[in-house]
């Protein structure tokens, strides 16, 4: 006949195997969350970037394409903008557009030693030259 003291040892012991394993569960849930979250940031400045080569490209001056790469860039917190605007003088030149954004991290990454709590990136997009600035058929 089971007296149940074998019973509440096994429990107990189940208990503490998952009071130990909760805390990396959870941290490996919020690490996949934030690279989800990184990878929308990386993903939202380079169409940001590109819009801007864009609008630079038929174009636009560089106010016009700050505020379009501002525009686009899906209300990221953290974003510095447009960095650098780097064009030729004539149509079928290049036109280069840089930005660059500095992720926060959610999780504690920033203890790892090495690691900082944020991750800073830059991108850019080069088009050729469509027309001269000014755009004057309305805005980019």
Known sequence: MPTGIGEKREQGQAVLEMALAVP???AFLF??????????S????????REGARCGAVGGTDAAIAARVEKTSGGLANFAGVTSIDRGPAIGDD???????DYDWITPVGLIPGLSGTFAFSKEATMR????????????
């Open 31 to 40: 690490l996949i969350a934030d690279m989800a979250l990184l990878g929308y």
């Open 24 to 26: 990396f569960l959870l």
């Open 42 to 49: 990386y993903i939202s400045v380079t169409n940001a970037v």
């Open 95 to 101: 036109i280069s557009v840089t930005a660059s954004y």
């Open 129 to 140: 030259m469509e027309t001269t600035p000014p755009y004057t058929r309305g805005s980019c």
